[in-house]
């Protein structure tokens, strides 16, 4: 059939967007859609999908390789050109050239594409855009001009094939976070996943500047609302030129080259690496080569100090030359790679200093009161409370309460007599949060007197400490002063206070 298609080329060749006939016959229906037929079909009334050669009108066309614009460029490659820039877009030359053919390059078509059209004296038109100019077609003949392009095709053409093999073409750089060595980096936008201050267009994403929108026209000046965008803008923008300067820093010291400085570090020393990592925030205020003599000095600084100390620990040893000093480090590194000799083996078992025996830790004041299981923590103490009186008679020590001498077993247990007017409460861990910090005797006293355990701890520290600046005893009448509550309730607290024996009673 003789319907005309166009050539299917690779980037690099002769073809492009090319018809294989020089005329060509196009149907002018809109039921046909870019279709054409060569001569030959034409003449014999051929015709396919539509198309009918009876009814439907047509158009001649052939190709117009004349030059109209420049001497070297014909106006078929012109119209492939434009054709090529709309499809694929300004600034995609190779793309553009390959769509022309001919074995145009894509800086010889981004370089007529400038000179033709942008720099003309009437932009956006070349400067041979009238169409009654023909200068130049009578300068360069149709005859001329196209046996110079087929020489021009022909040299390129056997310049190709004797040019040596192209690189296999790569794979091209992903703007993906995980296509760089670097988990997180984008070497396509040269930005990372997670940016500094990354949250900072969230402030600037909705707001919107209109023409006039700020400026009162009443008084001229700006509104409130105008200035507080304008300071929220400034906010940002130093954002990003912090963002900028932490990239700066990346970029010039080489940071994103993660193996090979992970390389580098396995070659040098701990003390090297602590160094050098000390060193470091001062690549922000220098540049990589500063920053490199900074390191290596310090390096250098490092070794020599290390070869100083060696040098003294050689003379204090009273080692003269270099090759017994070797010997020595050696010796001195399988020694302390040797594990030390225990028991009867141990040769300096006899001179090495024992090892120091802890401290025995004497308990304190506090403990002393308040530990339940230190039945003769009192006998030789100076605490104020070491022999309480109770009853009239004499008890050995007390803990919370609860006596430590032998005769425990024969004391009578605290009863607390009730108040008239008033139920016991019962008090439990959902009903009272502090009760856990009672004994069963004050938990009964609370219950009696309907008090909660952090109001009787209250009292008791109150109490307590009015009684140590009297030598542990204090009044009845004094513990109410102290108190402020209903006197009966003091009264009961202090009985027990002083049943227990954590006050003397006067």
């Known amino acids: 059939m003789g319907v005309i298609r166009k050539k299917t080329v690779k980037r690099g060749t002769e073809g492009g967007l090319k018809y294989i006939c020089d005329v060509r016959i196009r149907c002018a229906d809109s039921s046909c859609n870019d279709y054409d037929l060569c001569v030959p079909c034409f003449s014999n009334g051929l015709s396919s999908q539509n198309h009918d050669s009876a009814t439907h009108a047509f158009s001649v066309i052939e190709q117009h390789s004349i030059p109209i614009y420049t001497a070297d460029w014909g106006a078929d490659e012109e119209l492939l050109l434009l054709e090529g820039a709309e499809v694929y877009g300004l600034g995609s030359w190779a793309d553009i050239a390959d769509h022309i053919g001919g074995y145009r390059t894509k800086d010889e078509v981004r370089d007529h594409y400038i000179d033709t059209y942008v720099k003309s004296t009437i932009f956006p038109l070349p400067e041979r855009a009238d169409p009654k100019d023909t200068s130049l077609l009578a300068e360069n003949p149709r005859d001329v001009f196209q046996a110079r392009k087929k020489r021009r095709i022909e040299e390129r053409k056997n310049a190709a094939k004797s040019a040596p093999p192209a690189a296999p073409k790569q794979k091209p750089t992903a703007s993906v976070p995980a296509c760089h060595e670097v988990q997180g980096y984008m070497p396509g936008r040269l930005e990372f996943e997670t940016e500094f201050a990354n949250e900072a267009e969230e402030a600037v994403q909705h707001m919107q500047f209109d023409p006039g929108d700020g400026i009162n026209p009443r008084t001229g000046e700006i509104d409130p609302e105008m200035e507080l965008k304008m300071v929220v803008m400034d906010i940002y923008n130093s954002r990003l030129t912090t963002r900028a300067e932490r990239k700066k820093v990346i970029f010039e010291h080489h940071l994103l080259e993660y193996r090979k400085n992970a390389a580098l570090d396995k070659k ?116 104020p409370f070491a022999s309480l009186a109770i009853n009239g008679q004499s008890k050995g020590p007390v803990v919370n309460g609860n006596s430590n001498s032998s005769n425990t077993s024969s ?65 009845r009448k004094s513990a109410r002063e102290v108190c402020k509550i209903d006197g009966t309730k003091v009264s009961r607290i202090y009985d027990f206070l002083v049943y227990s024996g954590w006050i003397q009673k006067v």
């Open 411 to 475: 004391k009578t247990q605290h009863s607390v007599a009730s108040i008239a007017g008033l139920s016991p409460l019962k008090l439990t861990p959902d009903n009272a949060t502090d009760v856990q910090l009672l004994t069963t005797e004050e938990v009964e006293l609370c219950s009696m007197l309907r008090m909660m355990p952090k109001a009787y701890l209250t009292i008791k520290e109150g109490i307590m400490r009015e009684a140590m600046k009297t030598g542990g005893s204090i009044k």
């Open 268 to 383: 040098r020393t701990k003390e090297e690496r602590d160094l050098l990592n000390k060193v470091k925030p001062f690549a922000r205020m220098t540049n990589h080569k500063d920053f490199q003599e900074l390191s290596n000095g310090l390096e250098y600084e490092h070794n020599l100090r290390q070869a100083v100390a060696q040098l003294q620990d050689w003379r204090h040893m009273r080692i003269g030359d270099l090759k017994t000093g070797e010997k020595y480090e050696s010796e001195k590194q399988t020694r302390a790679q040797r594990p030390a000799p225990t028991g009867s083996f141990d040769r300096l078992a006899g001179i090495r200093p024992p090892k120091p025996v802890p401290p025995i830790e004497t308990p304190s004041a506090t403990t002393a009161l308040t530990a339940p299981e230190l039945p003769e923590r009192l006998k030789n103490s100076q605490l």
